[in-house]
């Protein structure tokens, strides 16, 4: 009787993290598009900062409390299985509910920096462990990748929408009330993906799943969801920059700032199992969604297809 109910209570924080992240995503991704027309930034740099850095908060909380309370390897494998995740099922999913057509600044100025990112992470763990030395590298890697933002937007300002151009009130209270639905988002992003994260793990342990099992699906998809969320709204909305920045920055920002963090915290150890199978499917799915993106600039529904197909075949290896 108690594990029917505890089953039970599971399976309704799932269902309460899905309307959260959703609602979350909805808020994010609306403050998001005012704010960038207002300050006159393009949907692609916010998709590929604002909208990323605040949806990868779940992998660095949940990340940092597997380090602590649990194991790296956990951590590790929440993050590696997030960024196939994020490719697979996001990437996937938004380009079959509408075709994405690939920004130029993105493709050129920030989709090498996720490429980087994924092979330096593969290089450094090749030893079977990602030190406090790797972990600055990560680090530092991710402050050169910053400063580069941060340059492009100075340098792109003069050519930026103007204010006055756009339909936003003149009030200032406009950004006020913006940045809050933002912050609000985000608030139910994170309440979402703990929901639901707890949820999942609940109902797999019931039936006798182990913890690499939930590192690599569970936490992966849990922390993953707001990308997806936000990602499939942002294409329902006619807002591609937003779903592809937001799926390449969030990759970006995974790699070099949340195992950057624990890595210089803690010592990340790296399983055989990971070497062997992890990080290879990492590197495929990653230059094939290059490759995709690059030809034609457009992720198409049939490339969104081949994607959700090939996570599905990288989910049926682990069980």
């Known amino acids: 009787m108690a594990s029917t109910v505890l089953l039970s209570t599971d399976m309704a924080l799932l269902l309460v993290g899905v309307v959260a992240l959703y609602a979350g995503a909805e808020f994010l991704v609306r403050a998001a598009s005012r704010l960038a027309i207002g300050f006159g930034i393009r949907a692609a740099v916010v998709g590929v900062t604002v909208v990323a850095f605040a949806t990868t908060a779940p992998e660095l909380a949940v990340v940092l409390l597997s380090g602590f309370s649990y194991s790296t390897n956990l951590g590790l494998g929440a993050i590696v299985g997030s960024n196939i995740a994020n490719i697979g099922l996001v990437l996937g999913l938004s380009a079959l509910v509408r075709p994405l057509n690939v920004d130029e600044s993105v493709l050129i100025r920030h989709v090498p920096f996720m490429f980087a990112a994924a092979g330096l992470l593969v290089l450094l763990g090749m030893d079977g462990r990602i030190g406090t030395f790797d972990g600055v590298v990560l680090l530092a890697v991710l402050a050169v990748f910053t400063s580069y933002l941060l340059y492009r937007v100075r340098a792109s300002r003069p050519d930026a929408i103007p204010v006055e151009d756009v339909d936003v009130d003149d009030d200032s209270s406009v950004g006020v009330r913006d940045a809050v639905i933002l912050l ?30 939930i590192g690599l699906t569970v936490l992966a998809f849990g922390t993953s969801l707001p990308e997806l969320a936000a990602s499939i709204v942002s294409a329902a909305k006619g807002e591609a920059q937003f779903s592809i920045g937001n799926v390449v920055g969030s990759n970006i920002y995974n790699i070099l700032a949340v195992i950057g963090v624990l890595a210089v915290l803690v010592p990340v150890g790296v399983p055989a199992e990971t070497l062997a199978l992890d990080f290879p499917a990492l590197v495929v799915f990653t230059v094939v969604v290059v490759a995709l993106m690059a030809y034609g600039r457009t992720v198409s529904r049939a490339d969104g297809a081949v994607l959700v197909v090939g996570y599905l075949g990288f989910f049926s290896l682990l069980l």
């Open 184 to 213: 609000a988002g985000l608030g139910l992003l994170l309440l979402g993906s703990r929901w639901l994260i707890q949820g999942g793990q609940g109902v797999l342990k019931a039936y006798g799943f182990g913890e690499r099992f």
